[in-house]
C-alpha cells in the first residue's frame, strides 16, 4: 500500500501509482466530476463543499472513497459502476448503508381470515416502508430476488380466533416458486387461547428473480391479525 498523503485545496497533485492511500480534508471544488477515483485507489474525504458538479462522487476500477462529515454535491451525487462509496465499513462487504443490500419488509394493510382450514394460503402482504432493490413486490405479496446470494427469510404472524377445539394446529411455511421450501414455525393452539403468534427464519440461497412468499395454515377458523407486532416478513441479501 502506497503512502499516506494530505490534500488542502487541490487534488491536481494526486499520485498516479496506484494502489494509494489519500486524504482529501476542507476542499471546495466545482467540475465536471468533483473527486474521481480508480486504479484500486482507497480515499478518505472529510468536510468537503462545492457546487455546480455534474457528479459529486464517484469511484470505479476497484477505487474505495469513505467520506465523513459534509459532503460535496452534484446533479448525480454519487456514481460507484465497479468501485465503492461508503461511510465507513461495517461489514466484510463494504456495503453497509441501507441502500446497497438487497432488502424488503412487508406488512398486512388489514387483518386477513384464513378462507379454509388445514389448508396452506399465501398472507397477501401488501404494503413495504423499506424496499431495496425493489425486494419487495406489494403487486404479487412476495419477494421478488434482485440478485443472486444468501438471503436471510424472517417472517411473524399473529393467530387469533375463538372455539378452538384441543388438537388445533397452526403454522407459518416459507415458499419459493410456488413450492415448500421450508417450515418456519408450528405450534398446537388450546381451546382457552385467544390467538397465538408464530416466528421463525430460515437461510436461503437464492437466484435473481426467484419468488419468496408466506403461507399460513390453521385446522379452525383463524384470522391473521395485521398489527405490525405481530405479522410482518422481510427479506435481506446477507452473502
Not at 461489514?91 to 412487508?106: E, L, S, V, Y
Not at 418456519?184 to 416466528?199: F, M
Request: a negative charge.
Amino acid at each position: 500500500m502506497g503512502a499516506r498523503q494530505s490534500f488542502e485545496h487541490s487534488i491536481n497533485e494526486m499520485p498516479t501509482k496506484c494502489p494509494q492511500i489519500v486524504e482529501i480534508s476542507r476542499g471546495c471544488f466545482a467540475c465536471e466530476f468533483q473527486i474521481w477515483l480508480s486504479c484500486q485507489f482507497q480515499f478518505f474525504v472529510t468536510n468537503t463543499a462545492g457546487t455546480g458538479n455534474t457528479i459529486g462522487l464517484a469511484a470505479g476500477e476497484g477505487a474505495t472513497l469513505i467520506k465523513s462529515g459534509n459532503t460535496i454535491t452534484g446533479t448525480q451525487a454519487e456514481s460507484a459502476t465497479g468501485g465503492t462509496i461508503t461511510s465507513g465499513v461495517t461489514n466484510p462487504w463494504g456495503d453497509n448503508t441501507t441502500q446497497q443490500r438487497a432488502a424488503g419488509i412487508m406488512y398486512l394493510d388489514k387483518d386477513f381470515v384464513i378462507p379454509s382450514a388445514n389448508v396452506l394460503t399465501k398472507l397477501p402482504l401488501n404494503l413495504s416502508p423499506h424496499n431495496v432493490k425493489n425486494t419487495a413486490n406489494i403487486a404479487t405479496n412476495s419477494f421478488i430476488v434482485p440478485e443472486s446470494g444468501i438471503y436471510l427469510l424472517h417472517a411473524r404472524a399473529g393467530f387469533s380466533g375463538t372455539g378452538a377445539a384441543s388438537n388445533a394446529v397452526i403454522g407459518l411455511v416459507a415458499y419459493t416458486d410456488g413450492g415448500v421450501n421450508g417450515t418456519l414455525d408450528e405450534s398446537p393452539i388450546l381451546s382457552t387461547q385467544s390467538g397465538c403468534s408464530l416466528s421463525g427464519s430460515l437461510t436461503l440461497l437464492l437466484n435473481a428473480d426467484q419468488k419468496v412468499e408466506i403461507y399460513v395454515t390453521a385446522n379452525y377458523a383463524s384470522t391473521i391479525t395485521s398489527n405490525v407486532a405481530h405479522t410482518f416478513a422481510t427479506l435481506t441479501n446477507i452473502a
